[in-house]
């Protein structure tokens, strides 16, 4: 069974510019999560997806940050525009539905904004 | 609100020594618990997890956790570590299986 995947690994983007991350789920899983995970912190909620609808978004930033999943399957993250502090590792989850246990974890992509 | 406190934020032991990683939460509700290992550049993989039933878990790579309600803990514990043991470990917390609380996390050096 293939993972979650997500792309790209690494992106450096000066402050101001923009930004934007791909999520491939696993397959079948309804649910789908983008986390922020600054250095030296635990992984943040940004965003929950239960199929293409927004489950919570309480802590995305959306004066810079948005999402969609418009055919509820890959997602796509942007930051418009980016700022220092954006600087962090970015990580899709996904699992089977609401109720489900376990997320699974893609590699994430490190955004580096200089 | 739910919160974990993971008590340091760096942990060394020498090979084939016990390992143990300190995890507290803060839970108004029954709690979830969860252990999650993350290896450089990759994403997290699930370690164990407490939802209801048996107070030991038991994990992948042989580790296990303890839920003792009474502390309000769910500290994570293998008998012998490895070098390949050596990575970053966070405890999370959820009561409804949607919105994962991490802690900071605890980095496991493991020495020859």
């Known amino acids: 069974e293939a993972g979650v995947a997500q792309s790209p690994r690494y992106k450096i983007i000066e402050k101001r510019q923009s930004v934007a991350f791909w999520c491939n789920p696993i397959s079948g899983h309804a649910t789908l999560y983008w986390y922020q995970q600054i250095l030296g912190q635990g992984p943040k909620l940004l965003i929950q997806?239960?199929?293409?609808?927004?489950?919570?978004d309480s802590q995305l930033p959306k004066d810079r940050f948005s999402a969609e999943r418009l055919k509820g399957v890959d997602s796509t993250l942007k930051i418009q525009p980016a700022k220092l502090e954006d600087s962090a590792v970015y990580l899709c989850?996904?699992?089977?539905?609401?109720?489900?246990?376990?997320?699974?974890f893609g590699p994430g992509t490190r955004l580096t904004v200089t | 609100a739910q919160s974990v406190t993971q008590l340091g934020s760096h942990v060394s032991v020498s090979e084939g020594a016990l390992v143990l990683l300190r995890c507290n939460y803060s839970s108004s509700v029954p709690p979830y618990l969860f252990w999650y290992v993350q290896y450089p550049n990759q994403g997290l993989q699930l370690l164990l997890k407490?939802?209801?039933?048996?107070?030991l878990v038991k994990g992948i790579n042989g580790f296990e956790a303890e839920f003792k309600k009474s502390e309000t803990s769910f500290h994570l514990t293998k008998p012998s570590a490895h070098m390949s043991d050596a990575a970053e470990y966070f405890c999370?917390?959820?009561?409804?299986?949607?919105?994962?609380?991490f802690g900071t996390g605890t980095r496991l050096l493991v020495s020859p």
């Open positions: 999370a917390v959820t009561s409804d299986f949607q919105k994962l609380v």
């Open positions: 997806f239960q199929n293409n609808g927004v489950v919570d």
């Open positions: 407490y939802t209801t039933g048996a107070t």
């Open positions: 989850a996904s699992s089977l539905g609401q109720g489900s246990h376990e997320q699974y």
